[in-house]
């Protein structure tokens, strides 16, 4: 917020967009950080950060906005950096009322606030939500899990199939189903139409367990897939796999996909199998355009 009031400092009107560009500047960042987005990969965090100082510089009347998509330093800006103020935080802003007024209005996402700059402070809004939001869905994906663990192979075989499908692999559960009743020779647990039309098979390995699955155990599998002259193959298990695992299947000419049990459960997540929404939460901003009156 402070860089922002500054950028304003001249007394001139500036437009939002160069003064992302021109605090990007500032602040020297490289084109990554630039170009990172939050997490509903709708926008970059910087962009994010720059309106949310603008609003929040608004509120208090440190800023205020002649025409669309510009702002401006008020007499109140000038006076708050007269004060050589180390940083601008919501500390600082709360004893204007007009921010208090603002910031603790119960329309607003209440952020935490313990006299200085936290993790929590140093968020915007938005990035509050998403984080809350990436808590509540790690926790979610590790319950499945567990549940995934807890229940029989054949259970998990089932999920497999139903993941599969998901994702968009071709026939029907009663296909994919007699494939894997009958398929169990040579290290490979199933097989899967490519597409609807069965141009192609995909080979299913599916370990239900509790160690880190090893290189032995992916070169078994890729066996399997020579003895069946098959190009691709899947390895899906509820543990994980082991670095030298990993590298042996990218090193190979065969195609081979390791799933862990991190990755299925958040394809259960994704496809929503084995959950259930229970709420919903829009969030929204405010459509410019619809208050544009020279639009016509």
Known sequence: MLPLLELAADGREHNIRDAISQLADRFDLSETERKAVVPSGLEPVFANRVHWARTYLKKALLLETPRRAHFQITDRGREALSQNPLELNVSFLKKYPEFEDFFGSKSTPAIKEDGHQTPDTEQTPEETMADGYLRLRQQLE?????????????????????????????????????????????????????????????????????????????????????GKQAKRGIFITTSDFSRDAQDYAKSIEVRVVLIDGATLAHLMFEYGIGTSTINTYAVKRIDSDFFNEDDG
């Open 142 to 226: 590790s319950g499945l899990l567990a549940q995934v663990r807890l229940n029989s192979p054949e259970f998990f075989e089932r999920l497999v199939i139903r993941v599969l499908l998901a994702i968009g692999y071709g026939g029907s559960i009663a296909d994919a189903g007699r494939a894997f009743a009958k398929s169990r020779d040579e290290g490979i647990d199933g097989v899967i139409k490519e597409d609807r039309l069965g141009l192609d098979l995909i080979y299913v390995q599916a370990k239900r367990w509790q160690d880190t699955v090893g290189r032995p155990e992916i070169q078994r599998f890729v066996g399997a897939l020579h």
